[in-house]
């Protein structure tokens, strides 16, 4: 069974940082592209970020482009999503998630098989 357990949401003001992590079982994450995405209520699922297995390959949305840093730690199983100069628009539940196949990326959601739980993140004016 893979488990994916996001942590490291909370509430903060706009400017503010936070860092989440995403914690695998160890069979999950090896040989994988691990993304980062977020929700907010009424929208679809919106890629934010990934990261091969390797760390050697990056994607991220435009939106927080200069702004998250995602990496990974395969010897703890983790990704890491660094936010920082939080804006309102941030405002959301992240969800971070296994690529279905080895190797690759991508930024849609139905690439992907295993999902987290989900973090809230809120970032008031």
């Known amino acids: 069974q893979v488990q994916l357990v996001e942590s490291g949401g909370g509430l903060v003001q706009a400017g503010d940082s936070l860092r989440l992590s995403c914690a695998g079982s160890?069979?999950?994450?090896?040989?994988?592209?691990t993304g980062w995405f977020r929700q907010t209520p009424g929208k679809e699922r919106e890629f934010v970020s990934s990261i091969s297995w390797s760390g050697g390959s990056i994607l991220y949305a435009d939106s927080v482009k200069g702004r998250f840093t995602i990496s990974r730690d395969n010897a703890k199983n983790t990704v890491y999503l660094q936010m920082n100069s939080l804006k309102p628009e941030d405002t959301a539940v992240y969800y971070c998630?296994?690529?279905?196949?080895?190797?690759?990326?991508?930024?849609?959601?139905?690439?992907?098989?295993?999902w987290g739980q989900g973090t809230q993140v809120t970032v008031s004016a």
């Open positions: 998630a296994r690529r279905k196949v080895v190797g690759g990326q991508g930024k849609q959601p139905d690439g992907y098989d295993y």
């Open positions: 160890g069979r999950s994450f090896r040989g994988y592209s």
